[in-house]
T-cell receptor
């Protein structure tokens, strides 16, 4: 079955730097991959979706890459701010369906 | 629009008790989902629905039942709660495309003693 690996250790960076989070998956390549943000005590909020035929997607300070050869997606936040501190979840489609498999998330801490 | 709402926000049960969690969405979405989130394990799909009157099992359905009698509501039932069902439960909805993003509710924190 498909498995998703996200770094369980928190990423601690200085304000203004670029944060890079990693999502690795096993087995089949998904048709698309999504990134969500989750704040403590709240539900996840969608950020970006990238399809298997897209290498890169951008939205304001966010950038997502998708490498089907490496079975990996990278999520970048440029010019990071303390308000970007949250847990970021990677999600893949389950067998090209409308069901998603979620990673356990990586916590990002941006120091002022 | 309120988006996706969940009732209740918190609940404490004793082993063997039953309860129903309510999820409501006002976006006219076709698909609805119930997840549980446990520390270090991410979100796991319990049950889902692709439209009014339909339900299907997800990854971890045992011990739960669901119903979707109305398009806007998706109910999750625990018939006989167990300590292993202590978790945070999230409901989500999405429109009718298989690449659509999911919109999540605020969650219900359930503790089973």
């Amino acid at each position: 079955s498909q498995k998703i690996e996200q770094n369980s250790e928190a990423l601690n960076i200085q304000e203004g730097k670029t944060a890079t989070l990693t999502c690795n998956y096993t087995n089949y390549s998904p048709a698309y991959l999504q990134w969500y943000r989750q704040d403590p005590g709240r539900g996840p909020v969608f950020l970006l979706l990238i399809r298997e035929n897209e290498k890169e997607k951008r939205k304001e300070r966010l950038k997502v890459t998708f490498d089907t050869t490496l079975k990996q997606s990278l999520f970048h936040i440029t010019a990071s701010q303390p308000a970007d501190s949250a847990t970021y979840l990677c999600a893949l489609d389950m067998d090209s369906s409308y069901k998603l498999i979620f990673g356990s998330g990586t916590r990002l801490l941006v120091r002022p | 629009n309120a988006g996706v709402t969940q009732t209740p926000k918190f609940r404490v049960l004793k082993t063997g008790q039953s309860m129903t969690l309510l999820c409501a969405q006002d976006m006219n979405h076709e698909y609805m989902y119930w997840y549980r989130q446990d520390p270090g394990m991410g979100l796991r799909l319990i049950h889902y629905s692709v439209g009014e009157g339909t339900t299907a099992k997800g990854e971890v359905p045992d011990g739960y039942n669901v119903s979707r009698l109305k398009k806007q509501n998706f109910l999750l039932g625990l018939e006989s709660a167990a300590p292993s069902q202590t978790s945070v439960y999230f409901c989500a909805s999405s429109p009718d495309s298989n690449t659509d993003t999911q919109y999540f509710g605020p969650g219900t924190r359930l503790t089973v003693l």
